[in-house]
């Protein structure tokens, strides 16, 4: 059984300031709160295997963004940087400078750049307008999971074991939001093995919190940082091809769709920000610890155990340092942005 506990005492100094990256930030200039429901009948879904597509025309229009601009493949909308950017045929997809996969790449129909509908509703409107989120409750605890222990080392390479690593970072996370006035409970203090479904457990159990799981990835020379919500209802988690019972399903944390999907926008780009690592993106993946929490939650891999480089950062106390300042930013700007107070 888990020994979680309320940490009250500061043990690790601020090394810098942090630089604040609150997500009203994520488009400068736009005045998101102000965009007026466009009547139903200028929205015109196209259909494409099965799914609904609206044309980036009419989203320009929604939020007062603009025209769609194109360069060959590439398209902006909202001024020469690009509020919304991306590609034809591309999954990746930039909202100001922060980097996401969607569910579905952006497709041509019709002779119009369109986006589907789960990716606008579920992704970009909860980024945009945060403010508008339903439901999002005031934060004061953060419960900070340290992925894996005990028996389960996790990824290993030249910096050492996964396990470790993630306990470190959790535990300077821990103090610097402790220092900002948060409450913080975390699924393991110490060197030992604690089931994944009791960590949800953790987070459930505590009202007006978030649920922030850390991890460091593997595999080949993989770089980058990248930060997972939960995949909404029916569409596919991370690369998975075809249907799968599991994109039917609705699991406990899909309640939180959309606050799951603006803590992974400011947690993301504190990250980005912070450690110096390649961008590799806001993801969806079914998880089991961010599917079994009913709070908002995310899973964050803070870099590659596998790549020497990736490895050398991670191997410092300064590094993990980084991640954990990343981890209060995304707090304290997931607060600012659902409009429910600042810390």
Request: with cysteine; glycine share 10%.
């Amino acid at each position: 059984m888990a020994h979680f506990t309320h940490l009250q005492a500061p043990y690790f100094p601020i090394t810098r300031r942090q630089a604040l990256l609150g997500m009203a930030a994520v488009a400068p200039g736009v005045d998101f709160c102000q965009a007026q429901a466009l009547p139903e009948q200028l929205w015109t879904p196209i259909k494409h295997g099965g799914r609904d597509y609206l044309p980036l025309e009419q989203v320009g229009v929604f939020y007062r963004l603009g025209g769609v601009q194109r360069s060959g493949q590439a398209f902006a909308i909202g001024g020469s940087g690009g509020v919304l950017r991306g590609q034809a045929e591309s999954k990746e997809f930039w909202i100001s400078r922060v980097k996401f996969i969607l569910s579905y790449p952006v497709l041509e129909l019709d002779r119009a750049l369109c986006i589907s509908r789960v990716d606008l509703v579920k992704l970009v409107e909860p980024v945009l307008r945060p403010s508008k989120i339903q439901g999002a409750e005031l934060v004061d605890t953060v419960v900070l999971d340290p992925g894996h222990g005990g028996s389960d080392c996790g990824a290993t390479g030249p910096a050492g074991v996964e396990k470790t690593h993630t306990l470190d970072v959790c535990m300077r996370a821990a103090q610097l939001l402790w220092r900002a006035g948060y409450k913080v409970v975390m699924t393991r203090t110490a060197d030992e093995f604690v089931p994944l479904e009791v960590r949800a457990k953790v987070a459930n159990r505590l009202p007006r919190s978030l649920f922030v799981s850390v991890h460091f990835n593997s595999g080949g020379n993989g770089t980058g940082v990248e930060t997972y919500a939960l995949s909404p209802r029916g569409v596919p988690s991370m690369a998975s091809d075809g249907t799968r019972v599991s994109e039917i399903a609705i699991y406990p944390g899909n309640v939180r769709d959309a606050e799951n999907s603006a803590l992974a926008t400011a947690t993301h780009a504190a990250l980005v920000d912070n450690c110096g690592l390649a961008d590799r993106g806001v993801k969806r993946a079914r998880f089991l610890v961010i599917r079994e929490t009913v709070v908002p939650g995310v899973l964050v891999e803070a870099g590659f155990l596998s790549n020497n480089e990736d490895s050398r950062r991670i191997a410092s106390p300064w590094y993990r340092q980084q991640v954990a300042g990343a981890i209060l930013q995304g707090v304290r700007n997931y607060r600012r942005a659902v409009g429910v107070g600042a810390a």
